[in-house]
């Protein structure tokens, strides 16, 4: 069975700090890879999608970036953090253009 | 590119009466539809794939038909129950609507 696993499960950071969100899928090979924002009470925000290695394609970038070193990881990251950046995101994964998505439990990010 | 228009929430309902759901789509391509639902302090959950045009999916009482003509899939259910509480989206492949968020009262 396919798993999906976020981290960290929650972070408090400050302004102008570093971050760094990670997710890995097990058991799907060559996935489909999505991150979301959603701000507290909002809607889902498609940030990045990525379907192979080393390929990411923003959507919309909130000055974050993301990458993919490895077919089971996908990588959320910044290094100057905004308190607009507070909110909960969220990696998913899909079998090609037009499965399903699989979501993972989600990072919860204060910015103070 | 794709978009998808969803009516926005929130959506206040007692035990037993009916939902409707509105969403529409644009896309070039084929469409790929999705109902998700999503609790508080979760990733959100597939509720159901809708099918070709003119067919129902459905799940636990909720149920769309995808109307090729209109470009919409409305999501609708009978008689709501306070567990249906949550937050509803439609999607276009990964393209997610604004969410409804749905209160049902005892």
């Known amino acids: 069975a396919q798993t999906i696993h976020q981290w960290p499960v929650a972070e408090i950071k400050a302004v102008g700090s570093p971050l760094s969100l990670g997710c890995t899928i097990k058991?799907?090979?060559?996935?489909?890879l999505y991150w979301y924002w959603q701000a507290t009470g909002g809607t889902l925000q498609q940030l990045f999608y990525?379907?192979?290695?080393?390929?990411v394609e923003s959507v919309v970038q909130l000055n974050l970036s993301a990458s993919r070193p490895k077919d089971d990881q996908f990588i959320l990251s910044t290094e100057k953090l905004l308190l607009s950046h507070s909110g909960f995101y969220l990696c998913?994964?899909?079998?090609?253009?037009?499965?399903?998505?699989?979501f993972g439990e989600g990072s919860k990010l204060t910015v103070l | 590119g794709d978009s998808v228009t969803q009516t926005e929430g929130p959506v206040t309902l007692s035990e037993g009466t009916s939902l409707t759901v509105n969403c529409s789509y644009e896309?070039?391509?084929?469409?790929?539809l999705f109902w998700y639902v999503q609790y508080p302090g979760e990733g959100p959950q597939l509720l159901f794939k809708?099918?070709?045009?003119?067919e129902k999916g459905s799940n636990r009482g909720f149920e769309a038909t995808y109307n090729k003509e209109a470009t919409s899939f409305h999501l609708q259910k009978a008689s709501v129950q306070e567990s249906d509480s949550a937050v509803y989206y439609c999607?276009?492949?990964?393209?997610f609507g604004a969410g409804t968020k749905l209160s049902v009262k005892p």
């Open positions: 896309t070039k391509q084929y469409p790929t």
């Open positions: 999607a276009l492949r990964a393209r």
């Open positions: 998913a994964w899909s079998q090609g253009n037009t499965g399903q998505l699989y």
């Open positions: 990525s379907i192979t290695v080393g390929q």
């Open positions: 058991g799907k090979s060559s996935p489909n």
């Open positions: 809708v099918p070709k045009a003119n």
